[in-house]
C-alpha cells in the first residue's frame, strides 16, 4: 500500500494539534503482513473518534482474525481537509499512513445525525465515489454502522450496506465473506448480493424505494429487486456480551481525546423505557457483566494502560444488581493510588446515600442527573419513572457527601409540552437550589451552582415518539425566555442548545432517501463539521432545500397516526411496532410503564424477536418510583421466567 507519510509529514508543521495525524501510540496494531486490509473511520476529528468505543471494539475485533488488518481514519480539522485538497493528498490511516481508497473494506459509523456531511467529507477526501452505484470494481466496499443505522435511508445512495445491530461478530463475519468471494474472483455485484443475505446487513441498492402511497398500502418503503432478499432486516446481538472480558487492548493516545480515560462497559442494554430515548430501544436486552469481570477488567486496564482514570460506561450503570459491590471493591483496590472512578451515567432514584458514600472519595467535579421535564405529568408523559422526591433525595445525599456543583438536563418541545411544564422547570431548579443550599454548611453555601441545560426535543426513529413532529425552531426560542424569565436565582446558570441544529438532526431521523439530496446539496455549498458550533452553517441546508425541492419542515414538524409507515419499517431493533404504538398510547394517557428488569415483562417483543434474554449478575431491586408505575403492560406479565443459576444470574424472558 502507498505510505503517505513523506508528503504529510511536510503539512503537520502548519497543522493544529500535528499529534492527531501520526501513528505508534500506545497500543496500536499493525498487520503489515494481512491479506485483507480494513478500516474503520470515525467522521470527524481524531479527539472525538479515538474516544469512541466502536471503533475500538471493531478494529480489535478485526485484527483478531488471522490474514485481516483493521487500521483506524478520522476525519481531518477543516483547515487541514482544505491544505490536503490543495495538495491532492488523499484521506490516511493512522497506523500505516496508506489511502483509505486502497482498503479493502472501509467502515465509517454514524454516531449522530449531525454527522451526515462529514460522511461526504470523507469518502471526497477519500478519492472514493459519493455514491455506491458510481463504485467500480477497484474501490473498497463503504459500510455503515452506528445509532443512525437504525434509519439508513437518509445515507442509503453513499454506502454499500449497513450493518444493523451490534458489530462484534457480524463485521468480522462479513469481512470474512467478502475476502473470500474477492478471492475467488467474484464481482462487486455478487459480493453485495451474497452480504444481503447475511444476518444484520442491509445493501439499499437492492431494494426498490417506493412512494408515499405504495409505502402506505404495502407497509413497507422498500421493495426487493430480486426474490428472497429479505424485507424486514433484524439487528445482529452480541449474545456473548455478559461474558465477554470488560477489558480489551486500547490505545492510549499521544494527545488529549475527550473521555481520555479507561472506559470498560459493565453494561449493555436499557429496559428503562423512556419514550424519546432511541438508545434503549435499539440496545435491548439488558446485559450485565459481572462484578468480578468488571472489577478484574478495570484493574488490568489501569495496569495496561497508565489512566489514572475509570469510566464504568453504560446507557445506566448505577442500574447494575452489583454496582455496590463493584465501586466498594475498586475504591478498596485502588485506594492511596489516585485514581479516580466515575459512574457517567447517574440515575436519580439510584443516587441516594449509599451511592453518593461509594463514590465520596473522588475528587468532587460536577455531578449530572436528568429530570428531563419540569412536572411529574410530562414525567409520565415520557415514562421517565422519576419524582421531584427522587432529585431532592439525590442532591441531599450528593451535597452532604461534598459535591458544590450540579448540572440537570432537560428537554423542551416534548410531546403534550405546555408553557406550565416550562415554568415547572423553573420552579424545579429554584427548590433543587434552595436544596442543595440547605445540604451544606452556611459557610459554603456561596459555592453552591445549579446549571439547567436544554435541548430541543428531537423525534428519533424507533422510539414511541417517532411519530410526533418536533416544534418549530421560533417556538422553541420562545420556550426558553419563558425558562429564563422564570428562573429567579442568578446562581442557576440556564443554557440551551440551538435549536437550528436540532432541526437538521429532527429531519435525519425522520427523513427516507429523499433527505440524501438534501444532504449532498449542503455539503456541496460547505456544509460540514456541522456538530461544531462555529462551523455549522443555516444557510447551506436551507438553500439545500430550495435546490432539492426538500421540504425539510414537513419531514421534522409533521405529526402522525401511529398506524403510519415509517421510513425506517423495514429495520428492526427486535422491539415490536405494536409495542411502540402502544407506548404512545400509553404517553397520551399519563400512564407509565415499569422496567422489565424490576420486575415483570413489559412485552416488548425483544427478547423473542432475538432470541435473546436479560442477563443480569444478580436480581435487581426496584427504586420506589417503579415500584408504583402505573402503567400495565398489554399482554400480561413475563412470558417465562429462570430463578437464578447457581453463579447468580438471572435470566428473563421479555
Not at 485483507?36 to 470527524?44: A, I, L
Not at 484493574?299 to 489514572?308: E, K, M, R, V
Not at 418549530?472 to 442568578?490: C, N
Not at 417483543?605 to 402503567?631: F, Y
Request: one cysteine or more; aromatic letters at 8%; charged letters at 25%.
Amino acid at each position: 500500500m502507498t505510505d503517505l507519510w513523506p508528503r504529510l509529514e511536510a503539512l503537520l508543521g502548519d497543522a493544529e494539534r500535528p499529534a492527531r495525524y501520526i501513528n505508534r501510540e500506545w497500543g496500536c496494531v499493525y498487520k503489515p503482513d494481512a491479506d485483507f486490509r480494513f478500516c474503520m473511520v470515525y467522521p470527524d476529528t481524531y479527539e472525538l473518534g479515538q474516544a469512541n468505543q466502536a471503533v475500538r471494539i471493531l478494529v480489535n475485533a478485526v485484527n483478531a482474525v488471522d490474514g485481516m488488518a483493521a487500521e483506524r481514519a478520522f476525519l481531518p480539522a477543516p483547515t487541514l481537509c482544505d491544505t490536503m485538497r490543495a495538495e491532492g493528498l488523499p484521506l490516511f490511516s493512522i497506523e500505516s499512513c496508506a489511502p483509505v481508497a486502497e482498503f479493502d473494506a472501509v467502515g465509517i459509523t454514524l454516531p449522530h445525525e449531525l454527522a451526515a456531511t462529514n460522511v461526504l467529507e470523507t469518502l471526497d477526501l477519500a478519492g472514493i465515489p459519493l455514491h455506491a452505484d458510481a463504485r467500480g470494481e477497484g474501490d473498497p466496499l463503504v459500510l455503515g454502522g452506528g445509532p443512525c443505522a437504525f434509519n439508513p435511508e437518509p445515507y442509503a445512495p453513499f454506502f454499500d450496506a449497513f450493518s444493523i445491530g451490534e458489530g462484534e461478530e457480524a463485521v468480522p463475519e462479513a469481512l470474512a465473506l467478502v475476502r473470500r468471494l474477492r478471492a475467488e474472483g467474484a464481482p462487486r455485484a455478487a459480493i453485495l448480493r451474497a452480504l444481503a443475505h447475511e444476518p444484520g446487513w442491509y445493501v439499499p441498492s437492492l431494494y426498490r424505494w417506493r412512494s408515499e402511497p405504495e409505502a402506505q398500502e404495502a407497509g413497507s418503503w422498500i421493495e426487493p429487486l430480486e426474490e428472497g432478499l429479505p424485507v424486514r432486516i433484524e439487528k445482529r446481538l452480541f449474545g456473548g456480551f455478559a461474558e465477554s472480558p470488560g477489558w480489551e487492548p486500547c490505545i492510549v493516545p499521544f494527545t488529549e481525546v475527550v473521555h481520555d480515560r479507561l472506559n470498560v462497559e459493565v453494561l449493555r442494554g436499557c429496559a428503562r423505557g423512556c419514550r424519546f430515548c432511541q438508545a434503549g430501544m435499539m440496545y435491548r436486552p439488558v446485559r450485565e457483566r459481572s462484578a468480578d469481570n468488571v472489577v478484574a477488567s478495570t484493574l488490568a486496564g489501569l495496569a495496561a494502560t497508565g489512566y489514572d482514570e475509570v469510566s464504568l460506561t453504560s446507557l445506566s450503570s448505577t442500574d447494575h444488581s452489583q454496582i455496590a459491590d463493584i465501586l466498594t471493591r475498586l475504591n478498596h483496590a485502588c485506594d492511596g493510588k489516585g485514581v479516580r472512578i466515575s459512574v457517567p451515567s447517574q440515575r436519580l432514584d439510584a443516587f441516594g446515600v449509599d451511592m453518593a458514600g461509594l463514590v465520596a472519595g473522588q475528587k468532587k467535579g460536577g455531578l449530572t442527573f436528568a429530570p428531563e421535564a419540569g412536572t411529574q405529568r410530562l414525567r409520565d408523559v415520557i415514562n421517565k419513572n422519576v419524582t421531584e422526591e427522587d432529585l431532592f433525595g439525590a442532591l441531599d445525599a450528593a451535597f452532604a457527601a461534598g459535591w458544590r456543583r450540579v448540572k440537570l438536563y432537560f428537554m423542551i418541545g416534548l410531546p403534550t409540552e405546555t408553557d406550565d411544564d416550562i415554568k415547572g422547570i423553573a420552579s424545579l431548579a429554584s427548590r433543587a437550589y434552595d436544596r442543595a443550599k440547605a445540604a451544606v454548611p452556611p459557610e459554603q453555601r456561596g459555592n453552591v451552582r445549579v446549571s439547567v441545560s436544554c435541548a430541543l426535543f428531537v423525534p428519533k426513529a424507533q422510539t414511541p415518539f417517532q411519530w410526533d413532529g418536533q416544534i418549530t425552531p421560533e417556538e422553541a426560542l420562545r420556550r426558553v425566555g419563558i425558562l429564563r424569565r422564570s428562573v429567579k436565582y442568578k446562581a442557576v446558570d440556564v443554557h440551551w442548545h440551538d435549536p437550528a441544529t436540532s432541526f437538521v438532526e429532527a429531519v435525519m431521523s425522520r427523513a427516507g432517501r429523499e433527505a440524501a439530496a438534501w444532504v449532498e446539496a449542503a455539503w456541496r455549498r460547505g456544509a460540514r463539521f456541522d456538530a461544531w458550533t462555529e462551523c455549522f452553517d443555516g444557510e447551506a441546508w436551507r438553500a439545500a432545500a430550495d435546490e432539492t425541492g426538500v421540504d425539510p419542515e414537513a419531514i421534522a414538524q409533521t405529526g402522525y397516526p401511529t398506524d403510519r409507515v415509517m421510513p425506517w419499517e423495514h429495520i428492526s431493533t427486535g422491539v415490536s411496532p405494536r409495542f411502540l404504538a402502544r407506548e404512545r398510547r400509553l404517553a397520551d394517557e399519563g400512564r407509565t410503564t415499569p422496567d422489565c428488569t424490576f420486575g415483570r415483562c413489559s412485552a416488548c417483543g425483544a427478547c423473542p424477536a432475538l432470541g435473546a434474554d436479560n442477563e443480569l449478575a444478580a436480581p435487581r431491586t426496584a427504586p420506589a418510583a417503579l415500584q408504583h408505575a402505573a402503567g400495565e403492560p398489554a399482554g400480561g406479565g413475563r412470558d417465562e421466567a429462570a430463578p437464578a443459576t447457581a453463579e447468580g444470574k438471572e435470566v428473563s424472558r421479555g
